[in-house]
């Protein structure tokens, strides 16, 4: 599993040490622990749970898929739009709709969830080829 804890990416934590880390989140009262609180229990949430997220990824269509993938990629929503030739507006929309398809608010979140899908659901073109 991958995730960001502090702004560090963090991979293939155990279980125990995921708890560990939430638990210690927990008691510090800044901006960023809330961050990695959230992410963390999304984690944690979404561990055992990897078969929901890749029924939910069947059910995208092609475009929210690109959408997702650019995302999980770390684009902006500016970046996305120009990359797909759709407004930022567009894409918020998009990104929207998929934080409420997965359960989670944020687009860190949303990545944090996306990253439990096997590398082959992530392995998308988004060109000019793939947007018909």
Known sequence: ??????GFL?????R???HTLHTRAI?????SS????????TNLERENNQEEVKQLWRTLTNRQRQVSFL???????QEIG??????RRTIRGYARDLMKLFG?????????????LPEEYLNIRVDVDSLT
Request: aromatic share 14%; charged share 20%; hydrophobic share 55%.
């Open 1 to 6: 599993d991958t995730f960001l804890f502090f």
């Open 10 to 14: 963090v991979l293939r934590l155990d």
């Open 16 to 18: 125990n040490l995921l």
């Open 27 to 31: 008691n510090v009262n800044t901006a």
């Open 34 to 41: 809330a961050y990695a609180r959230d992410l963390i229990r």
């Open 71 to 77: 995302i999980f990629q770390g684009l902006t929503y």
């Open 82 to 87: 120009d990359k797909l030739y759709l407004s």
């Open 104 to 116: 989670v608010r944020g687009k860190l979140n949303l990545r944090a969830v996306l990253a439990l």
